[in-house]
């Protein structure tokens, strides 16, 4: 049973469209983060949130950008898309305070940029 | 930096043991954590050390040494269904939060 959702699961697109991937938890988690994973490789935090108006950037630079206007609801904005973009995207989400704060994650949005 | 190393790849027999290691350089520690992930799928939380010694959760245990950077993952009575990737992934202390810093994972399969 998912706590955390994203959609599209699976998009192909053309160069220089703009595209909007969803992610919504509605485990009332504050903290949320967008990972991006290439095939055999590691997952790189891209983006991520400690509440309402909050965003930062990860590790990793990365093109698109990110609005938490509720904290639920946490989607990811690519403007105009590149073939380099072709990549998993996954987000999860954490409680605060201290303690393990283990990550959730969704079911990934794997993306196709031709 | 940041620098997390597992093997690539291990085989392994249903019915067997597995020990999957995990070294770390991190700028700081504030836990380690084993994830599961599936072909396809979310990762999914294993296990959780922050402190040195043996976590025991049924057939998976997970080690910590914070002096020697390393941990292990222990798989015991290998099921089919264990064949998935292994992700170790390290929380530091700088930066904070609770974003972690993940390996490439380790390829687990199990053969009959």
């Known amino acids: 049973e998912a706590d955390i959702y994203q959609t599209p699961r699976y998009l192909v697109i053309g160069t220089g469209k703009k595209i909007t991937l969803e992610c919504s938890q509605t485990m009332g988690h504050d903290k949320m983060y967008w990972y991006q994973q290439d095939p055999g490789m590691e997952l790189h935090l891209i983006h991520y949130?400690?509440?309402?108006?909050?965003?930062e950037k990860g590790d990793l630079s990365s093109e698109s950008t990110v609005s938490r206007i509720r904290t639920e609801h946490f989607p990811l904005t690519l403007e105009s898309a590149r073939p380099s973009h072709t990549s998993q995207y996954l987000c999860?989400?954490?409680?605060?305070?201290?303690?393990?704060?283990?990550?959730?994650f969704g079911a990934g949005s794997r993306l196709t940029v031709l | 930096g940041q620098n997390i190393d597992q093997p690539t790849e291990m085989t392994a027999t249903e019915g067997a043991i597995v020990q999957i290691n995990c070294t770390y350089q991190?700028?700081?520690?504030?836990?380690l954590f084993w994830y599961q992930q599936h072909a396809g799928e979310a990762p999914t939380f294993l296990s959780y050390n922050v402190l040195d010694g043996l976590e025991e959760k049924g057939r998976f245990s997970s080690f910590l040494s914070r002096s020697k950077g390393y941990s292990y993952l222990l798989l015991k009575e290998l099921q089919m269904k264990d064949s998935a990737s292994y992700l170790c992934?390290?929380?530091?202390?700088?930066?904070?939060?609770?974003?972690?810093?993940f390996g490439t994972g380790t390829q687990l399969k199990v053969e009959l």
């Open positions: 991190t700028s700081g520690f504030n836990g």
């Open positions: 992934a390290v929380r530091p202390v700088t930066g904070g939060g609770n974003k972690l810093t």
């Open positions: 949130s400690y509440g309402v108006n909050s965003t």
């Open positions: 999860a989400s954490s409680l605060q305070g201290s303690g393990a704060n283990v990550l959730t």
